[in-house]
């Protein structure tokens, strides 16, 4: 007999109502229970930061979260950044003028990661920014356009008018 | 990699913790999870039942009682990372803290939970070891204080039976103006750390050594006060001779070999860090 | 925003180089991103379909056993399971090994898995079941209660030992562990080093780590009860490869098999293989009238997926008394793993690259391939080119240290000049050719790359440094790479009535960006907007023939394809054209989608207004001498293997007291021919070098005698993250290539061939007053300190 708990969560603004299996993680509730498949899976051990989200506006490990543990929780995830007409944010714009991606499996991590922490953190320079991306891990592009794209959207992040 | 099924429990207060503790076998408690999800994920561990300790507020607060620092276990690491009252009077504690993990892990991970996991070389136990940490747990029957000493009992082992659960611990600081550093090397940022060694160091007038604290942790499975050593620095000037010779001694540490690192290597490493570790505290008196 | 827009705003940053063409060798942004940066990619993982049930692959947990006996009775009765195979399910022909895709009659013994184990496993992690069931979660509960009997056996893991008499044999009833012996050749090498001033001796071993793209393997297998199609979705860098082998495997047409590449997120080679899971996972999607899908955890990566392992190199090298080099003699063991997934492709790319860069008079090496019982070695980033440009800038080394000649200048000696371009090595290819470098200029990439690093400031850095105590090395590397190989790609151009422009070509990308360099190229020559081109890529179904997206050859193959296809329907277009405006061809111009007489822009007619003509229905009429449909095909490719060039420059500083190496510089330069688009050649020497740097001082998979995996996670097995990687900075030079339209050089693996020899270099340098010599990588801070306690003892 699974058990099962009923959860309310709300993610990119929207609020949804489901019965889920306990050991179910969050990551796997958001792709599979509400079709949100942005959050990607890399390593199910909280190391490469691929399913990084935000819960209650704090960057996290979606892997590492049951999603029992998200009941009455405000999530957003990387679907959540885009504008309703299909604007891209700054971080986002940045990322494309940068090349800060390429087969984008780590890009929504990236994103989530860099959300939060651009929000806290006025004027970040190089290091800074390496370091709050040392939690997520790309092999593709070296991590080069990443740290530009975040330098470049830092300001409007920070000031909200990214988001 | 999922986990196997469990049953979920999440109270609300400490008694009703201690409650479900009592009562059920074969039980894994959930705190911020950054160490033990992973486990479940991986099925190292397959435990009957869960329980979710987030929910219970009351393990979570910073205090300050007459020079002790009391912290509860449920306590986040972005919290004790990001608290005044610590910048204040244990600043140590939050530069072991810029060596933990991501900043996504800190949100999550807790002071308790990274207590009770007892990783070899991890941060946290080491302060605690350091300033001589109290820790209180608690079952449903009673309450234990249990000095750090006596905590870390074996390889990843705390002093906890079955039906008792971390509260809180006690960080006695140091009220006299002392200097402090806290050095690691770990092969990338936010790794665990290889070998990692916190120094609180008093001079007297003359810049003799009046007191002073070594703590290293990774060299052996648990972390360690040195305190033959401790006890040889007292009277010895505050010049970088004696701290390399500190740190030549600190060498002859008991250390461990694994599959990746050797022991000869955590050896040095020792007293290398240890060098360091008095250097910078003594800069910053 | 427009794309188009976007476009010019971007190059107005990036400064635009004119080229004669409005997006060929500009800084196009990419197409491919506003889909990943929204989430709305669609890897495999994915794809959900209705009905679709989770696999889930019981694997062995010994590195050599025998299969007594498997009990699946407990297994099939968890609720919510729908199958439980072993091999005694598996119908004829799937009860045979696995096809070889790659065969070679070199191959000593072609031993191949079965799709699941039949009575041995040779590597931890072989398949021996696999649990279809309604959620992945019951199918690993149900795989837990699988009993398989196993007897352990000897495991054959350590390469230095696997040839002695005595070793361990991987397989049960096999002679020896040898896969192959390869002997590269040429020139008379004894003649070579009777005559040489001095013999100088060099071994070590390179152990290159694995695949570890952030997006593990997966596939979907889905069967049409109707047609009987076997759809299969993999995250695969070769769809026709998977297609071939499959229907080979089960006996079938090929038509029958569509095999897609989603989005994949990242391949780096061992995505390129054959795997017994793309053969059981569509099996039991039609066993069970229901889609599958499985999805490799990082758990499985670890153990499963095909990685680059050990080699080890034991050389002789002979050398004038200048420093010239004249010969190369050696062998070198090749960990192949249990299984022999990629032939010997690994085997040969690792010995064919050689000399390199480099004029040598004669070589004579012998390669022994050598069965472990490990997980099967495969191609990664780089293949074995990293591995021979790695040895060549050993030898450089060597000569350099011994002979004590800066080894800038044992490069410049030696370096194959360019006015003897094309310079036959001297070696001939496996395939027969000759290896040819079509074109290069080694030495001036050398001077750019230290100017760039400023190489002739080093000495005064290291100076300055020294005085405080601290110790700064720098070290140079240069390589080749032999990139766009063939047999072929192809690519389909066709315009739509709407003036639409559609590419299908059957090649993969896994983050390459192809479909936007594909739709630059086309775009100029259809003089169309960039944003009116839409491509399609890595569907068999959609294209009918492919190779695979290895080694740095698609943009340079699909390139020239696409090019001379996107030409054969502009010169349709404008024969078309000038017949039906009644004017001389060579007075119309093609401006964004719109042909015109270059006299008169009002007599014009659009490129869909023309396709339309050539796509008439019922009652319409072809125009006379042309062939319905504005479209056309080409399989068109390089002549020839284009060669790639590149010298890196890295400095380090060693912190002597911890062993802990910090990259404070790295410099690249870089010669790919002519660039299609700027800053993805620069995206993926960046992420290539970022991975050599990996490679060389963090990566290693390490076992345990039994052959057990041990670095089975992320924190133990290290990846580079963003903290510990310098800014790369980049100059680019441009032989072009004569072999291909375009001048076209491939650009995926040059930033990781020399990354690990500039590394070394550079630590050595930094640790020469410890007379330091790396024979193994990765570095590890703690073998640093070994070699410097060694080198101090020595010295006292």
């Given amino acids: 007999m699974a058990d099962i708990r009923n959860i309310t969560v709300s993610v990119n603004g929207e609020s949804y109502t489901r019965d889920v299996e306990t050991r179910k993680h969050l990551a796997d509730f958001l792709r599979q229970d509400l079709d949100l498949t942005g959050t990607h899976l890399g390593c199910e051990h909280g190391v490469c930061g691929a399913c990084t989200i935000l819960v209650d506006g704090e960057a996290m490990r979606s892997c590492l979260m049951f999603a029992v543990q998200a009941d009455g929780k405000d999530i957003v995830t990387t679907e959540g950044l885009v504008a309703k007409d299909g604007t891209l944010n700054a971080l986002q714009q940045a990322f494309r003028n940068h090349h800060a991606l390429q087969c984008g499996f780590c890009t929504p991590g990236m994103l989530m990661s860099l959300m939060a922490y651009l929000r806290d953190h006025k004027n970040p320079d190089e290091a800074e920014i390496r370091r709050a991306i040392s939690g997520n891990i790309c092999r593709c592009t070296g991590y080069q356009g990443i740290v530009d794209a975040a330098l470049e959207a830092a300001d409007a992040i920070h000031q909200n008018a990214g988001v | ?218 060299a052996d499975v648990r972390p360690q006060r040195l305190h033959d050593l401790e006890k040889s620095l007292i009277g010895q000037p505050a010049t970088d001779e004696t701290f390399l010779q500190a740190g030549a001694q600190a060498r002859n540490i008991e250390a461990f070999s694994d599959a990746y690192v050797s022991k000869a290597y955590r050896q040095r490493l020792s007293g290398v860090l240890v060098e360091r570790a008095l250097k910078q505290a003594h800069e910053r008196l | 925003m427009q794309l188009w827009k976007q476009l010019m705003q971007s190059t107005k940053t990036r400064g635009f180089e004119p080229m004669g063409a409005r997006y060929f060798g500009a800084r196009v942004d990419r197409m491919e991103d506003e889909t990943l940066l929204t989430g709305n990619g669609q890897y495999v993982d994915d794809i959900k379909l209705p009905g679709m049930l989770q696999g889930s692959f019981l694997r062995s947990p010994h590195a050599h056993a025998n299969i007594k006996s498997i009990d699946t009775s407990l297994a099939e009765a968890v609720e919510g399971v729908h199958a439980v195979l072993t091999y005694k399910d598996l119908p004829s022909p799937l009860n045979q090994p696995a096809v070889q895709p790659y065969p070679s009659p070199a191959i000593k013994q072609d031993l191949r898995p079965y799709p699941l184990a039949k009575d041995e496993v040779s590597f931890v992690g072989e398949a021996v079941a696999f649990v279809v069931a309604s959620t992945r979660h019951i199918a690993e509960d149900a795989c837990a209660q699988i009993m398989v009997d196993y007897e352990i056996l000897p495991a054959c893991v350590e390469l230095r030992g696997a040839m002695n008499e005595d070793a361990p044999r991987a397989h049960n009833g096999t002679p020896d562990n040898l896969v192959a012996r390869l002997n590269a050749k040429y020139g008379d090498v004894d003649d070579v080093f009777a005559k040489a001033d001095h013999i100088l001796k060099t071994d070590f071993t390179q152990h290159r780590g694995g695949c570890h793209a952030m997006e593990c393997r997966g596939v979907v297998g889905f069967h049409e009860p109707i047609d009987g199609q076997l759809t299969i979705w993999s995250a695969t860098q070769c769809p026709y490869l998977i297609r071939r082998s499959l229907a080979q495997q089960m006996d079938i047409a090929e038509s029958r098999l569509r095999v897609i590449a989603p989005d994949v997120g990242g391949g780096f080679g061992p995505k390129a293989g054959y795997y017994i899971e793309e053969i059981i996972v569509p099996h039991a999607a039609m066993v069970l009238g229901r889609p599958v899908k499985w999805i490799e955890d990082r758990r499985e990566h670890f153990v499963t997926t095909n990685t680059q392992r050990d080699s080890y190199w034991d050389l002789e090298i002979a050398v004038s008394k200048d420093g010239d080099i004249h010969g190369l003699r050696g062998n070198i063991m090749l960990d192949c793993g249990a299984y022999i997934p990629y032939g010997l492709l690994l085997a040969v790319t690792t010995v064919v690259p050689l000399p390199g860069p480099y004029k040598l008079a004669a070589m004579d090496i012998v390669e022994d391939v050598i069965f472990t019982n490990t997980v099967s070695n495969s191609p990664v980033r780089g293949a074995g080119r990293p591995n021979a440009a790695y040895t060549m800038e050993r030898v450089i080394e060597t000569v350099a240290r011994e002979l004590k000649i800066p080894s800038a200048d044992v490069r410049r000696r030696n370096f194959v000049r360019k006015e003897e371009f094309p310079y036959k090595t001297g070696l001939t290819h496996f395939n027969g050719n000759p290896m040819t470098y079509d074109s290069g200029d080694y030495h001036a990439l050398l ?161 869909g207004q023309l396709a339309h003509k050539l796509a008439p229905m019922t009652g319409g009429f072809i125009p006379e001498g042309f062939t319905p449909s504005l479209e056309a095909t080409s399989y068109e490719g390089s002549k020839g293997l284009p060669h790639a060039s590149g010298c890196n420059i890295c400095e380090v500083e060693v912190d002597i007291g911890t062993g802990e190496v910090n990259i404070l510089r790295y410099s690249v330069a870089h010669d790919c021919g002519k660039k299609i688009n700027p800053t993805i050649v620069e995206g993926q020497i960046i992420g290539g070098v970022v991975h050599g740097i990996g490679n060389a001082l963090f990566e290693q998979m390490v076992y345990d005698e039994q052959g057990q995996p041990l670095s089975t996670n992320y924190g133990e097995y290290l990846l580079p993250i963003a903290t510990e990687m310098p800014r790369i900075d980049i100059v680019h030079q441009e032989t072009p290539s004569p072999l291909n339209p375009l001048g076209l050089k491939g650009a995926g693996e040059g930033g990781t061939i020399p990354a690990m020899a500039a590394v070394v270099a550079s630590i050595e340098n930094a640790l020469e007053t410890f007379n330091v010599v790396i024979d193994y990588y990765p570095v590890t801070p703690q073998r640093l300190c070994e070699l410097i306690d060694e080198g101090s003892k020595a010295a006292e």
């Fill in chain 2, 1 to 218: 990699m999922k986990p196997a099924a469990f049953k979920y429990h999440d109270p609300k207060t400490l008694d009703d913790l201690t409650g479900l503790l009592k009562n059920k076998e074969d039980v894994k408690i959930l705190a911020g999870g950054q160490s033990l999800v992973p486990m479940l994920n991986m099925r190292f561990v397959m435990p009957d039942h869960l329980i979710d300790i987030n929910g219970i507020d009351e393990l979570n607060f910073i205090k300050q009682e007459k020079g002790t620092l009391s912290i509860g276990a449920m306590t986040r690491q972005v919290q004790l990372a990001h608290s005044s009252e610590i910048t204040k009077t244990c600043p140590i504690l939050q530069e072991a803290l810029s060596y933990v993990g991501h900043f996504q892990t800190q949100n999550r991970g807790t002071l308790g939970g990274s207590l009770c996991h007892l990783d070899p070389s991890a941060e946290m136990p080491a302060i605690a070891c350091l300033l001589g940490a109290e820790l209180t747990v608690k079952s449903d029957k009673a309450e234990r204080k249990i000095a750090f000493d006596d905590w870390a009992l074996a390889y990843m082992t705390p002093n906890l039976e079955p039906e008792e659960v971390l509260v809180s611990v006690d960080l006695p600081v140091w009220q006299e103006k002392h200097g402090h550093a806290f050095v690691e090397f770990a092969r990338r940022h936010g790794d665990f750390a290889i070998v990692g060694v916190g120094a609180l160091l008093v001079v007297d007038k003359k810049q003799n050594i009046s007191k002073v604290a070594l703590c290293v942790a990774g």
């Fill in chain 3, 447 to 607: 001077e750019k790359v230290m100017k760039l690093a400023d190489y002739d400031g080093f000495e005064k850095r290291q100076e300055q440094a020294r005085k405080q105590g601290r110790y700064l090395g720098i070290g140079i590397s240069s390589c080749i790479e032999d990139t766009g190989a063939g047999p072929y790609e192809g690519a389909t151009v066709r315009i739509d009535p709407l003036g639409q422009v559609h590419v299908v070509t059957g090649a993969a990308s896994q983050g390459q960006g192809h479909k936007t360099v594909i739709a630059q190229i086309v775009a100029d020559e259809l003089d169309v907007e960039i944003e009116k081109v839409r491509v399609e890529i890595g569907d068999t179904g959609k294209f009918p023939q492919g190779v695979g997206t290895v080694a740095s050859r698609v943009a340079v193959n699909v390139g020239t394809a696409c090019y001379t296809a996107a030409n054969e329907v502009r010169d349709k277009a404008l024969d078309l054209a000038a017949q039906l405006l009644e004017i001389d061809r060579d007075d119309l111009q093609i401006a964004d989608g719109i042909v015109q007489d270059k006299g008169n822009r009002n007599v014009n007619i659009s490129l």
